[in-house]
Nanobody
Framework: QVQVVESGGGLVQAWGSLRLSCAVS??????????LAWYRQAPGAQRELVAGIYSNGSPKYQDSVKDRFTISRDIAKKEAYLEMHSLRPEDTAVYYC??????????WGQGTQVTVSS
């Protein structure tokens, strides 16, 4: 079994910064072959992909967060991160970490709330 736990959310003013963390534990030998991604879901909206880092280490971003957010991972710690800068009220959402080990093993965390005040 694999557990995914996000942390680091909170209330921040516009133009502020936050760093989200995603800890992966359980029957996981290495993160190096995993796809890791951050999604978010605002009230009344669908869950959307924010950023992903793939098994080859290359990151991809939603256009609205490019140049503001950075996804990274620490393979030794089995953690992923989302550095968020220049936050906007429209970034307000619950942020979820998604871990894909293989097509049959996909896991989600419980989410962490990010609220950006104007």
């Amino acid at each position: 079994q694999v557990q995914v736990v996000e942390s680091g959310g909170g209330l921040v003013q516009a133009w502020g910064s936050l760093r989200l963390s995603c800890a992966v534990s359980g029957t996981v030998f290495s993160m190096s072959g995993m796809h890791l991604a951050w999604y978010r879901q605002a009230p009344g909206a669908q869950r959307e992909l924010v950023a992903g880092i793939y098994s080859n280490g290359s990151p991809k971003y939603q256009d609205s967060v490019k140049d503001r957010f950075t996804i990274s991972r620490d393979i030794a710690k089995k953690e992923a991160y989302l550095e968020m800068h220049s936050l906007r009220p429209e970034d307000t959402a619950v942020y979820y970490c998604n871990v894909v080990i293989d097509p049959a093993r996909k896991y989600w965390g419980q989410g962490t709330q990010v609220t950006v005040s104007s």
